[in-house]
Each structure stands twice: as C-alpha cells, then as structure tokens.
C-alpha cells in the first residue's frame, strides 16, 4: 500500500453552500496525466464519536428521529466533538445528554471513517463502562428513548429494520470483538 502517487490538486472551488455543509469541486491530475474533477464536502476538521455503553448485562441505545430516512432509528449514542475536547471528553457529555449517565471507565475502540470519497470526517468508537446517573442538556429537540438491549444477543440488532445504518452495525461487530478479547482474556 502507498506505491501510488497522490494526484495533484490543481484547484479547490466552492460549488454550493447550506447551513451544514459546503460542497468544493476539486480539480486533480493523477500521475498517469489523466484529470478529473471530484466533488466532496469541505474538510472542517471536527470528528465524532459513537457511545458504546456497557451497563451491566446491557448495552444501552437510542432511538432518534433520522430526517434522511423519514423514520425514527435506533442506534448508539453519538454526536460531534465540540473544539477543545478530547474523544473521550465528548463521549461523556454526550452521553450525559443523550442517555442520562456517565462513565467511569471510557475507552477508544476505533476511529473509522465513512465514505472518505466525499467525506473527511472520522467517527471515534467508544467504549463506556461503570455508568453512573448524571444528565447534561443536550441539543435534542425531543426527549430520546433510551433503550437497553442485552449483550449476550448483540447480533439479534441485525434483525431490526430500525438499526440499518452502517456505523452502528460496524460498531455492533466492534463491540461484539472486544466483550469477546475482555471474557477470554486476550489481548
């Protein structure tokens, strides 16, 4: 991996603009001479993180209203990292907002990335554990359903129409590794 030469970019223009998001059209030249131009959405710098919150025999998730699907989701907690926070600071105070406790033990499981064709962004897995109760305002319009699923049926997630989105079933397979690395012992 790495033996191809990045393309040169020859020129960043903004194409359109929305509250949210900004669409550049970048201009490259591959190595080969051939040019294209790609569209993607402007580099802010700011990640995410997803909550994988352990509670007992439980994990917890919530249901959201998702406006691209038009249908409320269930998935982990998440949200972006405010400036000046580190992964795991994020990961408490969304976790306060959205579920209403906070961990005593936090983890890094892995920080993916999603459709890195058009986006820069990376979502930061989370693993939350020793949950106590402790509630932030958060930025929600609505209250969120809290719901608890337990561990030892991760899979059955699979199964419900409402948990399709792509990084929570990647994080549901992330999870699933690591409780079985913590009861085997492997590291």
Do not use: C
Not at 1 to 6: A, H, P
Not at 98 to 107: Q, Y
Not at 137 to 164: I, M, N, T, Y
């Amino acid at each position: 991996m790495g033996s191809l030469k990045k393309p040169e970019i020859l020129n960043v223009s903004e194409v359109a603009r929305s509250r949210l998001f900004t669409i550049q059209e970048v201009s490259l030249e591959f190595s080969n001479g051939e040019r294209r131009v790609y569209e993607r959405m402007k580099p802010n710098g700011r990640e995410a993180v997803m909550i994988l919150a352990l509670d007992g025999d439980s994990v917890l998730l919530i249901e959201e209203y998702a406006v691209g699907l038009e249908s409320y989701e269930l998935g982990f907690p998440k949200g972006l990292i405010d400036p000046g926070e580190t992964p795991l600071q994020a990961a408490q105070r969304e976790l306060k907002e959205e579920v209403g406790f906070g961990a005593g033990k936090t983890e890094l499981l892995a920080s993916l990335t999603m459709a890195p064709s058009y986006f820069s962004s990376r979502m930061n897995m989370i693993v939350a554990q020793d949950l106590y109760p402790e509630k932030l305002a958060g930025d929600e319009p609505e209250p969120l359903v809290v719901h608890r699923w337990p561990v030892d049926d991760l899979l059955a997630l699979l199964d419900k129409e409402q948990f399709s989105e792509a990084r929570n079933i990647s994080a549901l397979f992330l999870l699933r590794e690591w409780l079985l690395k913590q009861s085997t012992g492997a590291e």
